[in-house]
T-cell receptor, first 113, second 115 residues
Framework: NAGVTQTPKFRVLKTGQSMTLLCAQD?????MYWYRQDPGMGLRLIHY???????AKGEVPDGYNVSRLKKQNFLLGLESAAPSQTSVYFC????????????FGEGSRLTVL | DAKTTQPPSMDCAEGRAANLPCNHS???????VYWYRQIHSQGPQYIIH???NNETNEMASLIITEDRKSSTLILPHATLRDTAVYYC????????????????FGQGTILTVHP
């Protein structure tokens, strides 16, 4: 049982390049989330999904897009990367409605030069 | 979500109990107290949560005062692997809309377990 798996774990991009982070969960959870964590800023919610085929904006959605075509996968896309998007990105999932028990992945460290 | 206050750091000897306090004097009647931890370079890990009664699971115990203005997370037999940042978070149940997934992590307490 892998839980929440993120790929890739590390990536270096040049400004303007695009990329996609993949999050996969094997717990049959309905809810999935993408966060970014920056020093002194805590965790900030980028986008979330409450079920297959649905997505919604979180606190800091600008510059990111997401898709949830399959229940187990939640993709985070950067269309045109900027240095301000240098961060550690965490994916998480949860089961019931509004539960605060989230299961996090190991993180993806992204550097934009 | 109401604010929490935690000491910035604590030390604990391996094998001893670690008692991590959290103040939440402005907690609302239906806000739950959640505890997460984050080991260096890893994703946050859920530990335990409670409303008003004390709770225990395989990882820890949560003691909430009767007035709910403070709580203590207890790791009964700390190990070196428990060295991490511990976060006390308040959250409404069934939080919807933009509160989905919103966990306001403060600065937390850096717990260092010594041999």
């Amino acid at each position: 049982n892998a839980g929440v798996t993120q790929t890739p774990k590390f990536r270096v991009l040049k400004t303007g390049q695009s990329m996609t982070l993949l999050c996969a969960q094997d717990m049959n959870h309905e809810y999935m989330y993408w966060y970014r964590q920056d020093p002194g800023m805590g965790l900030r919610l980028i986008h979330y999904s409450v079920g297959e085929g649905t997505t919604a904006k979180g606190e800091v959605p600008d510059g990111y897009n997401v898709s949830r075509l399959k229940k187990q996968n939640f993709l985070l896309g950067l269309e045109s990367a900027a240095p301000s998007q240098t961060s550690v990105y965490f994916c998480a999932s949860s089961a019931g409605q509004g539960t605060g028990e989230l299961f996090f992945g190991e993180g993806s460290r992204l550097t934009v030069l | 979500d109401a604010k929490t206050t935690q000491p910035p750091s604590m030390d604990c000897a391996e094998g001893r109990a670690a008692n991590l306090p959290c103040n939440h004097s402005t907690i609302s009647g239906n806000e739950y107290v959640y505890w997460y931890r984050q080991i260096h370079s890893q994703g946050p890990q859920y530990i335990i949560h409670g409303l008003k009664n004390n709770e225990t699971n395989e990882m820890a115990s949560l003691i909430i005062t009767e007035d709910r203005k403070s709580s203590t997370l207890i790791l009964p037999h700390a190990t070196l692997r428990d060295t991490a940042v511990y976060y006390c978070i308040l959250r409404y149940p069934n939080a919807g809309g933009t509160s989905y997934g919103k966990l306001t992590f403060g600065q937390g307490t850096i717990l260092t377990v010594h041999p």
